[in-house]
């Protein structure tokens, strides 16, 4: 659809005055501005030896979290798997190990797989996950010699729990340790 | 007759040469961390200490790049076109003073002789031997016609420039090509033309003989600043440096005439800039800013190596100082559209020079006091800016009648109205 003719406003360019067109203030004013800056403090950040911090919320790689118990939080119910956009979340599930299911706890998932060169670092699958089990830490530096390696199998996830949350940088997120609603057994 | 060993000449060449390039590779570190820090950043800092060694690693780079001459090219002027830009460039600085230097004596007039003097031979004998015991920082020294040899250059280094566009069998290589040449052309006018009056008062093309008289009578900026200005202007448009960088508009021509250079054949386009800025800040420093002299103060000291090195440091300094300065411009202004290049260079620069030569002609004629000179000078560049903006339009409302109006002009709209 063309503009229509009203509502197009006519701007004329200003006149420059004598102190403009003579040029030269001109150049000393944004001489004075950028000289400044030469002197202010850098912002720049030198990354290999000094590591930014990333705020909480940062979507890094997965981890796998635990329970009080040390066991595998995760219930296998394949919402995560199911909400993700990349698919790159691969689950097996397994009936739980005898004693974990005192804990009310059915299924267990024997192999978890997250491909992290597919993975789109959305966080789709934290938000999908009723028991909390699954977070997008802070790990911003990931990086592999091969596909092989950049797929990441429950053991090497569970370890990702464990020195984050060792090192102090993701404390974990659930809500005060219970299950969420998924994990409660039918009545 | 200045003396002429080969042996001392090839050393000073040599000396010369590699201390250009040097501080050219540092004029590229200048370069970046100058930017660097007026964006509040760091800048280069990874190879040696503070990033000192950067410019080695940006020269090996360049060695060890692939070559790539595609098959599209005149590879005949392919090659030969930064051979003769990086040559025209190298060569001005034959006649470039970087230190201390003494102007050949002048002719003696050959007179009767008078009982008590020395008869004139004899007397110019002796002052040409006092001349050949000193040592000149040039690699030619007496060279009359001087500067003359520097501007013939310089309008060689359009051939550079043309030959690797027009090779390149590339839209965007002969584009730049055209606009450099255009550039480089029109501006060898007001480069001219500003130092003209230098010439005149001084009597002498010699940078020797213009150090000499600078000593005696003052720098040449505190009686023609304007001159200075036009003349700086003009060597940054002829090194193409922003804010006149048009040839090498990566916005709209790629890189300009060197876009089919790769490697080594890239890096001399490059380092060719760069030699232009340091040859053009030397002529600065020569014409305008005394030479070696600073205040008289190099004068004190009585040890004449010691003396000759501190005047090295002189004018190496202010060379280095103005470069300096020429990267702090390139960061702060933007670029100057085409056609307002164009307009400076014809109508304010040229116009401004010929009426400062014309100024200098009537103060050497009537024999004023070069004070003069000063008043004309600030007169001429408050008048121009006082006749610019009183007569100059703008582009929505030009001062002359427009042929051809926007298209779209909606009924009741004048372009120009008022």
Redesign the interface.
């Known amino acids: 659809m063309p503009i229509a003719e009203a509502d197009v406003t006519w701007v004329e360019e200003t006149k420059l005055d004598l102190w403009e067109q003579l040029y030269i203030p001109a150049l000393i004013d944004g001489l004075k501005t950028t000289i400044g800056h030469m002197f202010q403090r850098k912002v720049t950040e030198q990354y290999p030896e000094q590591e930014p911090k990333m705020p909480a919320n940062y979507r890094g790689v997965h981890r796998l979290n635990r329970d009080e118990a040390g066991r595998v939080r995760c219930v296998a119910c394949y919402m995560c798997a199911t909400a993700c956009p990349a698919h790159c979340i691969d689950i097996v599930a397994a009936p739980a190990p005898l004693e974990w299911q005192k804990d009310g706890r059915e299924k267990y998932p024997e192999t978890f797989v997250i491909d992290e060169l597919r993975c789109i670092y959305c966080g789709m699958c934290e938000e999908a996950c009723p028991v909390d089990a699954i977070e997008l830490t802070t790990l911003y530096d990931l990086t592999g010699l091969s596909r092989e390696q950049m797929i990441f199998d429950k053991e090497k996830l569970l370890s990702v729990f464990d020195t984050t949350t060792k090192a102090g940088t993701d404390p974990v997120r659930t809500r005060g340790g219970r299950l969420g609603p998924a994990s409660e057994a039918p009545k | 007759m200045p003396p002429f060993d080969p042996y001392i000449t090839a050393l000073v060449i040599v000396g010369l040469i590699g201390g250009v390039l040097g501080v050219c590779g540092y004029l590229t570190l200048g370069e970046r961390k100058?930017s660097a820090?007026?964006?509040?950043?760091?800048g280069p800092n990874r190879v040696g200490p503070g990033g000192l060694l950067q410019p080695l690693a940006d020269g090996g780079k360049f060695f060890l790049k692939e070559e790539v001459i595609p098959d599209h090219v005149d590879t005949w002027f392919y090659l030969l076109a930064p051979a003769v830009a990086v040559g025209t460039a190298l060569m001005a600085l034959a006649i470039v003073p970087f230190g201390a230097t003494t102007p050949a004596p002048n002719p003696v007039p050959v007179t009767a002789d008078v009982p008590g003097q020395h008869p004139p031979v004899v007397t110019f004998e002796r002052q040409q031997t006092e001349y050949r015991e000193k040592f000149n920082f040039v690699l030619a020294p007496g060279l009359d016609i001087g500067v003359l040899y520097i501007f013939a250059l310089g309008s060689l280094a359009v051939y550079g420039v043309i030959l690797a566009g027009w090779s390149a069998n590339n839209k965007y290589s002969l584009l730049g090509a055209l606009r450099s040449s255009a550039q480089i052309i029109s501006y060898e006018i007001p480069l001219g033309l500003s130092v003209l009056g230098v010439f005149l008062i001084v009597g002498s093309l010699n940078p020797e003989k213009i150090i000499a008289w600078q000593l005696t009578n003052g720098w040449f900026v505190l009686f023609m600043p304007l001159a200075l200005?036009l003349f700086m202007a003009s060597t940054y448009a002829e090194s193409s440096r922003l804010p006149f960088d048009l040839p090498e508009a990566e916005q709209e021509l790629v890189g300009g005439y060197h876009t089919e250079y790769s490697s080594l054949k890239l890096g001399l386009m490059l380092l060719t800039e760069y030699v232009h800025l340091v040859t053009a800040s030397f002529m600065v420093a020569v014409l305008f800013l005394g030479g070696w002299s600073l205040f008289g103060l190099e004068s004190f000291i009585e040890s004449p190596v010691l003396g000759a090195i501190v005047k090295l440091l002189v004018l190496t300094g202010k060379m280095v100082a103005l470069c300096i300065f020429a990267q702090?411009?390139r960061?702060?202004?933007p670029r100057f559209r085409f056609d307002q290049l164009m307009n400076l260079a014809w109508k304010v620069m040229i116009p401004l020079a010929l009426l400062n030569f014309v100024a200098v002609m009537f103060v050497k004629q009537f024999g004023f006091y070069l004070i003069v000179l000063t008043g004309v000078n600030v007169l001429l560049?408050?008048g121009a800016?006082?006749l610019?903006?009183r007569t100059?339009?703008?582009?929505?409302?030009p001062k002359r009648k427009v042929a051809k109006l926007p298209p779209g002009l909606?009924t009741g709209?004048t372009y120009a109205g008022r």
Not at chain 2, 37 to 42: E, K
């Open positions: 100058i820090w007026m964006q509040d950043r760091v200005l702090l411009v960061w702060t202004i560049f408050f800016g006082l610019g903006a100059a339009g703008t582009i929505t409302n909606p709209v």
